[in-house]
């Protein structure tokens, strides 16, 4: 026998929990698409490895940097690259690595620090940005080094000035080395600090030990080619260290706060009574 049809109006109705959909937060550490392209285009170069050893010095010859290039004194050193190399140097040397070591840990120094910067800055400020610390960290190893001949190579330069920037704004509520940090994007874009509230902050002036103390004990970075004379060209690091700090401001796009709202946005624990 067929059972009654169902009364529906007389049903009691269901309590269903409304349905909504939650925006999925993006980890702190995803790449941003513009890091992304720079990691990729460093191992795509390291691939010259590959090449036959005469071909593969010659890349090294013709892009990294040689202070002896400049040395005017020497009108009869043939050093491949001509004129021209004294210009791109200043930049290509910052994309050649010695080997998957000296690659591998300066792309890990740059993942935090690089990819807050390139999501603040944009992929045309993120690449000039490097372009501008690797030219700096290559000046002050000129300095430093006039007549070297052994080609100094590496991204440390730009890595450094990419840590350096960084801390301007990673400490502030919000961003990515904050207690109370927010999503990837928002935590990039948090006001900076102002230089001189950053200097007077101990866990910028901790950081800065720290990255001091890291270069000088273990020396990761860029190194000369010549096994006879390798060595860490520390002074680089320095050069796109402080221009990386001292540059920020020109390359970045978020507003700035008055030091009293910096002061009180820098703050990861609110006060309690």
Do not use: C
């Not at 045309?124 to 290559?138: E, I, K, P, S």
Request: hydrophobic residues 50%; without cysteine; aromatic residues 10%.
């Amino acid at each position: 026998m067929d059972s009654p049809p169902h009364n529906s109006s007389q049903d009691p109705p269901l309590d269903l929990p409304a349905a909504h959909e939650e925006a999925p937060r993006e980890p702190v550490l995803t790449l941003p698409p513009a890091l992304t392209a720079y990691v990729v285009l460093l191992a795509v170069i390291h691939l010259r490895v590959l090449l036959p050893p005469e071909l593969e010095n010659w890349t090294i010859d013709v892009f990294g940097f040689i202070p002896k290039r400049y040395d005017s004194s020497l009108l009869n050193l043939q050093i491949p690259g001509g004129t021209g190399a004294k210009v791109w140097t200043f930049v290509t040397y910052s994309l050649l690595h010695a080997n998957l070591t000296h690659l591998g840990f300066n792309v890990l120094w740059l993942l935090p620090f690089g990819s807050a910067l390139a999501r603040r800055f944009g992929a045309v400020r993120f690449f000039l940005f490097l372009a501008v610390t690797a030219a700096a960290g290559a000046l002050a190893h000129l300095l430093t080094h006039e007549h070297a001949v052994a080609p100094m190579i590496g991204a440390s330069a730009s890595v450094s000035g990419a840590m350096a920037a960084a801390i301007r704004f990673a400490f502030v509520r919000g961003s990515f080395l904050s207690f109370n940090r927010s999503d990837a994007d928002t935590a990039a874009r948090v006001p900076a600090l102002p230089l001189s509230r950053a200097l007077r902050d101990g866990r910028v002036i901790g950081f800065l030990a720290v990255w001091f103390g890291v270069n000088i004990i273990f020396g990761v970075g860029a190194i000369g080619i010549d096994a006879e004379t390798t060595s860490v060209a520390w002074q680089a690091h320095i050069g796109g260290f402080f221009a990386g700090l001292l540059l920020f401001t020109l390359f970045d796009p978020v507003p700035r706060v008055r030091n009293d709202a910096a002061d009180a946005s820098s703050q990861d624990v609110s006060d309690r009574i």
